[in-house]
């Protein structure tokens, strides 16, 4: 058990809905890294979030948004949502912001779009 | 080409085999990261480089950044050592950029 917990476990949901997931970083991590992976693009990273404000971008799409809340916790809201966004979705949590801190990654979230 | 590449892509070895496992990337990195993905899914983290070498137990990891070229050694392999193993690596300060690779697909037979 890596300390950073992801809800829903799974989400079954339909083409132009919108949904919510949610991540709790390990107790004192202060750095929050959402990444999606799907069978054909493999591990992508998303965004970072550090003591609540946002530090990196990557492949994330404009339907998509995050935010890093006082508590710590995250949240990555993904609307319109399309066949394609059909994935797995891990958050991982490090102490720090820098590159070289240890990532413990969740167990994620199985975003399924129909 | 994409900018971190892995070989092999699937490799089976026997129980006690060493096995090796290749990242080469073409871009500059401030670290490179590898991981290791259980058949479940789950994600560990297993080592984060930025020079020379580290180890943990079975597992060695190396880099070299002149070659741009990183190694993640396991000695006595083991059939719970079977997972698929991701390199990532990340950018020089001012990019925070995460780039994976495809992933090496390991299975140990006992």
């Known amino acids: 058990d890596s300390g950073v917990t992801q809800t829903p476990k799974h989400l079954i949901t339909a083409t132009g809905q919108r949904v919510t997931l949610r991540c709790s970083p390990r107790?004192?991590?202060?750095?929050v890294y959402w990444y999606q992976q799907s069978l054909d693009q493999g591990l992508q990273f998303l965004i970072q979030y550090y003591n609540g404000e946002e530090r990196a971008k990557g492949n994330i799409l404009e339907r998509f948004s995050a935010q890093q809340f006082p508590d710590l916790h995250s949240e990555l809201n993904l609307s319109s949502l399309e066949l394609g966004d059909s994935a797995l979705y891990f958050c991982a949590s490090s102490s720090f912001e820098g590159s070289y801190n240890e990532q413990f990654f969740g167990p994620g979230t199985r975003l399924t779009v129909l | 080409k994409n900018e971190v590449e892995q070989s092999p892509q699937n490799l089976t070895a026997q129980e006690g085999e060493f096995i090796t496992i290749n990242c080469s990337y073409s871009?500059?990195?401030?670290?490179l990261h590898w991981l290791q993905q259980h058949p479940g899914g789950g994600i560990v983290s297993l080592f984060m480089?930025?020079?020379g070498k580290k180890k943990h137990g079975r597992l060695i990891a190396t880099i070299n950044i002149q070659e741009k070229h990183s190694s993640l050694h396991i000695t006595a392999s083991h059939p719970r050592d079977s997972a698929v193993y991701i390199c990532a690596v990340k950018g020089i300060s001012g990019t925070y950029k995460y780039i994976f690779g495809t992933g090496t697909r390991l299975k140990v037979l006992a």
């Open positions: 871009v500059g990195i401030s670290a």
């Open positions: 480089l930025s020079s």
């Open positions: 107790s004192g991590d202060l750095s």
